[in-house]
T-cell receptor, first 113, second 114 residues
């Protein structure tokens, strides 16, 4: 079974903390993505990566950074968490080309207090 | 700019009813791909279908069918004889080479009750 695994299902952090969200895929996919899901707004792309050590900004990169040191792992970093970053975060991976099917993780529900 | 509109925020039906989820898209590209994903309560989005802009043939897979109409820029999804297990949020998405990313609609919450 192909899999995208996110390290935490639920996370509670304090304002100002540095937060790491980890994502691992076992499909040898080149592409990896981080989305944020909010009610009424759907999924919005934060960052994506087409290869190791490579990253591209999505629609809402402010307040976030990413790291991809290995092909299978894509980390989302909140440098200084704020309450408006309380959300569901979804990681996905796909084969080359955005027109291919993306596989999603189960999501991390982050609450910043 | 590309855009996907799912005007139906929430739909409630009784089991065995047919239900259609609407999706309208905007793009200036002539080559593009449309997707539907299902997000059950567990949270993980599941791929349902991909359609490219040159293939307007309707698709049927079991109780699911999709109607792609370029003339109205729509890619609607119908579930026949709905079941409780169909309860989920359904997302329509658009990919274009010009945008180089997948754009999602805001999703439709489908509730199927006994």
């Amino acid at each position: 079974d192909v899999k995208v695994t996110q390290s935490s299902r639920y996370l509670v952090k304090r304002t100002g903390e540095k937060v790491f969200l980890e994502c691992v895929q076992d499909m040898d996919h080149e592409n990896m993505f981080w989305y944020r899901q909010d009610p009424g707004l759907g999924l919005r792309l934060i960052y994506f990566s087409y290869d190791v050590k490579m990253k591209e900004k999505g629609d809402i990169p402010e307040g976030y950074s990413v790291s991809r040191e290995k092909k299978e792992r894509f980390s989302l970093i909140l440098e200084s968490a704020s309450t408006n970053q309380t959300s569901m975060y979804l990681c996905a991976s796909s084969a080359p080309g955005h027109n291919t099917e993306a596989f999603f993780g189960q999501g991390t529900r982050l609450t910043v207090v | 700019a590309q855009k996907v509109t799912q005007a139906q925020t929430e739909i409630s039906v009784v089991e065995k009813e047919d239900v259609t989820l609407d999706c309208v898209y905007e793009t200036r590209d002539t080559t593009y791909y449309l997707f539907w994903y299902k997000q059950p309560p567990s949270g993980e989005l599941v791929f349902l279908i991909r359609r490219n802009s040159f293939d307007e043939q309707n698709e049927i897979s079991g109780r699911y069918s999709w109607n792609f109409q370029k003339s109205t820029s729509s890619f609607n999804f119908t579930i026949t004889a709905s079941q409780v297990v169909d309860s989920a949020v359904y997302f329509c998405a658009l990919y274009t080479g010009g945008g180089n990313k997948l754009t999602f609609g805001t999703g439709t919450q489908l509730k199927v009750e006994l």
